[in-house]
């Protein structure tokens, strides 16, 4: 189920957020949130929104965890500036859980 909580002004962030997180999220898998500076400030703006969601994405030296994929319009932030990328003109952030295979 899609549901969008927060503002949807043209000055917002789409924040999807894989259903993996569904246990904070409940059953919210898409958001709009202001404009954020970095992954920190993301990650402090969820979890007003989902209390408890800063932790399953960052661990406690601020690194983004192993198993957590972050996309900024489209792009990887493990190959751009990982926790440093610059997120001010971001229109859509992708949160979505590893997948490992063999």
Do not use: W
């Not at 894989?18 to 202001?34: A, C, F």
């Not at 690194?63 to 003109?89: A, P």
């Amino acid at each position: 189920m899609n549901r969008r909580t927060g503002s949807e002004t043209s000055n917002t962030v789409h924040i999807v957020i894989s259903m993996h997180l569904r246990d904070y999220t409940g059953s919210n898998n898409e958001t709009d949130i202001e404009p954020v500076d970095n992954i920190e400030c993301l990650a402090s703006s969820l979890d007003r929104l989902f209390p408890g969601i800063s932790h399953r994405l960052i661990d406690d030296q601020g690194n983004v965890r192993r198993y957590v994929n972050i996309f900024i319009d489209g792009k990887d932030i493990r190959e751009m500036q990982g926790r440093n990328t610059d997120l001010s003109g971001a229109k859509e952030i992708v949160i979505l859980p590893s997948v490992a295979g063999g």
